[in-house]
């Protein structure tokens, strides 16, 4: 019975993962065809596994400029919103103040604020006060976006952190500033990691917000994709290998990253 339990639940552990795997199959397999292949049988094979795709899409997306500005803004929002919400995460957690309870219960609520809604005024306000057009700008933004849920992690995990370890640092004379990056902030390495992939993805893979910031130079990886879909025809050949490129970088990374994701979210959240 056991044995027949188990045989069951691996077939249907395989036909969820193969509809999780078919679209990026299906990605893979399109990514060497020509446009007149891909509508003529989007799901065989191609007749060669050539380059030229990749080759053509590699130069019209200029892939190494759009690779340094989307490298440039995850690593930059990246940090900023390990340091920034980790100190306050760390301040609500440690200073049971009635504010603090109402700050955190603000931070909650702002997450399920999607950000379709604010971003009409958000263009039309920070476009007459001319902060728009700029990668620095553009990590700024993300990070006012991103501490809400940072924030929310680092104060989870930071409650199961056992307070008789900072008052010894106290009491040997270190200051808060101290006991929170030399004792506190080295336990927190698996929430940091998992904030550090959540946020890579999101800003790595994020169109929207670059889209309306970024109006014109320092295009990222995912606004140059948009390069081969034009108002009469689509590239279909080139836009697969040019999606396909685009995703290997944070594909790698999220390989690297992975184990931390689950454990860290967990921790972060019920602890």
């Keep these: 019975m056991k044995q027949r ?21 299906l990605l893979v397999l399109n990514s060497f065809k020509t446009k007149s292949e891909i509508v003529g049988s989007p799901l065989s094979l191609p007749e060669s596994f050539g380059t030229e795709n990749f080759e053509t899409a590699f130069d019209r997306m200029s892939f190494v400029s759009a690779v340094t500005n989307s490298l440039v803004i995850t690593v930059g929002a990246g940090v900023l ?11 609500l957690a440690r200073f049971d103040y009635r504010s603090n309870r109402l700050l955190l219960a ?15 005024p958000f263009v039309s306000i920070y476009g007459q006060l001319e902060l728009l057009n700029s ?30 370890i900072e008052e010894a640092a106290i009491i040997d004379g270190a200051t808060r500033f101290q006991v929170f990056w030399k004792v506190v902030f080295p336990m927190l390495k698996p929430i940091t990691a998992t904030v ?19 109006q014109s130079g320092s295009r990222t990886l995912p606004l140059e994709t948009v390069t081969f879909f034009g108002q009469f025809t689509t590239e279909l050949g080139l836009a ?30 019920v602890k």
Aim: proline residues 5%; without cysteine; positive net charge.
């Design 5 to 25: 339990f188990l045989s069951v639940r691996f077939l249907l552990t395989a036909v969820v993962a193969l509809f999780w795997v078919f679209p990026f199959v």
């Design 81 to 91: 919103l390990v340091i920034f919400p980790a100190m306050f995460g760390y301040y």
């Design 106 to 120: 603000l931070i909650i609520a702002s997450m399920i604020i999607p950000f379709q809604a604010l971003m009409i």
């Design 135 to 164: 990668r620095g700008y553009l990590i700024l933004f993300y990070l006012g976006f991103g501490t809400s849920l940072s924030t929310f992690l680092y104060h989870g995990y930071i409650k199961s952190v056992p307070i008789a």
């Design 196 to 214: 550090i992939v959540l946020n890579g993805l999101w800003i790595w893979n994020d169109y929207l917000l670059p889209s309306l910031v970024l």
């Design 240 to 269: 697969m290998a040019g999606v396909l490129l685009a995703t290997l970088p944070i594909l790698l990374f999220y390989l690297v990253m992975q184990r931390h994701i689950v454990s860290g979210i967990s921790s972060g959240s």
